[in-house]
Each structure stands twice: as C-alpha cells, then as structure tokens.
C-alpha cells in the first residue's frame, strides 16, 4: 500500500536501543506503576496485561513494533497520553490499543470519522469573531499531514527525513500569489535567519522529553524545515513532531480569512502532495490525539485580570481550555 516500503525496510536498521527500550523493560515499568498515583496515561489505563500479551509480537510491514508506540509513555509516567504511532498501520496493527485511546481522548464511543471536507469557503458563516478589536490580539488555525508511505518518528531515519524535505520544498516552490514564499532549513541555518525565526516565534526546538523519547529528534535537525510566505501568514513545518504542519494566522480576530488561507494552501499542496488517511480515522497522525481533521484553531486573548485570579488553571479546564 505505501510505495515507500521496500526501500525503507532496508534503511530501517535501528541501533541497538538503551536497555529501557526494550519491550519487556518498557512493559515492567509502564505495568508496576501505580494508577493513578504514579501514572494516570491513556496508555496506562488502556493496555491491561491481556492487550500486551496479543499485541507484543506484532509488527507493521514497516517494522514498527508495540515498543516503537509504548516507548515515551513508558519512559515517562507523567504523559497524559502515552501513545504514539510508529507508522500510518500502526491505526491497523495495533488497532484494539490505539482505539481504545482514540475513545477516550475523543470521548467517542465509536470510531467513524466523515470523510474530509473543507466546505465551501466562499459561504462561511464566520468571519471576524472580534470586529471591535477589543479581545482577540491574534488568530491561528493549523493542520498536521502526514507523508503517505513514510514511517513516523519512531521509526523513521535520516534518509527518509531528508526525502520528505525535499518533496515538501519543491511542492511549496509551486505555491502561488499569496501563499508564495521561502524554505528555510534548520540544518546549516545561518544566525540572522534563525534569530529572526526566533524572533518570529515560528522556530521549533528539540527540547520536549516525551517527543524526544519517541524519537521525534533522532537526526536533528537534519530534514527539518520551516516555510513561510514574506507576509508571515502562512507557514509549513515540516518534520517538527508530525510530518507536516501547515499553518495559517494573522493578527485580530478574522477567522474566515485565516480558515480560507489555510485551505487554499492545503488545496495548493495536494496537488502535489500525498497524505496518508484511513477510513473512519481521518487523516493519520504521530500522536492520535491529532487524528481525523487534525485541524486545531486558537487565539490570544487580552484576559489580564482572569489571567491574575488563583482559580484560573481551574476555570480553563471546566472549559476545555488550554491557557499558554
């Protein structure tokens, strides 16, 4: 199914892991935790010993393996999830503990995702959601994709994350008017673009323990990028956590222009472009809370005097909220 396969399986050698990675270490640990006092992960409370003892021998036809998905929850007690995918079948291979997450963290009772659809972007029926310019300092949607045919972090190597730069480059050197603009790669970067990509906030680093863990920083910062258009409103990461991250954003409060951008982009690069997704899933991602639109929207807000009050941790989650 992915074109990819025969010649990644020969790149696919893994050095030899500390002893932790080892499925039955990992397990160990993961299962002599206590719940919820010593670990209260998706990934704790989802894989009992019978799940463990019918998924431990499996593996996809990429050779991701159960340790591949389970390393970073294991290492890491305080994860809220725990759980990664190895590679787009690891939804398949290992389906009874990725859904069982899914469920829990999508609050589902079943997994049946629609098929992709943008709507018609010339009838939304939103537009700027703060017109006096009172609340809103800045509006940000964005989406993950994931290349068809290549591992996720867990599994990928540098080859194949070299690969997937260059296809990306060379699709968004096709982007036109507005979404038009520049890869910058990390590796060889010189200081004035790094500064000014910090400066930008639109930088990545490698410097989160739970992703390091599952190998989303193996070869840094080689195959990593970031492209953005010179008005900076348009944005793709590539190879942060997941594949690709395409982002659109803007100041104030005009959520029908930035949902627009952002799918005039995404339209732009499936053209030359293929992402992998599964039926009822969506389209697949690293981590599966993102799955299915993988479309998160967000914005700042001006709430100086909440911001201040002792219970605001408090309010946020009654709301679902995540304050950053």
């Given at each position: ?12 050698k ?63 007690l ?55 310019g ?53 590796e ?9 990509l ?52 803007q100041m104030?409060?005009?959520?029908g ?59 946020c ?8």
């Open positions: 199914m992915y074109k990819n396969y025969c010649n990644q399986l020969e790149q696919q893994q050095p030899q892991q500390e002893k932790m990675s080892d499925l039955a270490e990992l397990w160990k640990k993961l299962s002599g935790a206590k719940y919820p006092d010593e670990c209260k992960s998706l990934l704790k409370q989802c894989l009992t010993q019978e799940l463990f003892d019918q998924l431990k021998d499996k593996k996809t036809s990429l050779n991701g393996t159960l340790a591949d998905c389970i390393r970073s929850g294991a290492k890491n305080d994860s809220g999830v725990g759980l990664y995918a190895c590679d787009p079948e690891a939804y398949t291979t290992f389906k009874p503990l990725f859904d069982a997450v899914i469920k829990m963290y999508h609050k589902v009772d079943t997994i049946n995702h629609p098929k992709p659809d943008f709507g018609d972007i010339s009838k939304l029926d939103f537009g700027d959601i703060d017109p006096s009172e609340m809103i300092v800045s509006t940000r949607v964005r989406v993950g994709r994931s290349h068809d045919g290549y591992s996720f972090p867990p599994c990928s190597n540098k080859e194949a994350r070299i690969d997937m730069l260059k296809k990306t480059e060379e699709a968004c050197a096709t982007l036109p008017g507005e979404l038009a603009g520049k890869m910058y790669r990390l060889g970067m010189s200081k004035t673009d790094e500064q000014q910090i400066d930008d906030h639109f930088l990545f680093k490698n410097d989160d323990r739970m992703l390091g863990d599952a190998g989303g920083y193996a070869d840094w910062p080689i195959g990593r990028g970031i492209f953005h258009n010179p008005k900076k409103t348009f944005l793709v990461w590539v190879n942060e956590e997941d594949h690709l991250r395409f982002i659109s954003m104030g409060g005009n959520l222009e930035v949902y627009k951008r952002l799918v005039n982009g995404i339209q732009e690069l499936e053209k030359k472009l293929t992402f992998a997704k599964k039926d009822g899933y969506g389209y697949l991602t690293f981590c599966p809370t993102n799955l299915g639109t993988t479309c998160r929207a967000s914005v700042h807000i001006k709430i100086p005097k909440l911001s201040k009050l002792p219970e605001f941790k408090e309010f989650e009654k709301l679902n909220l995540q304050p950053r």
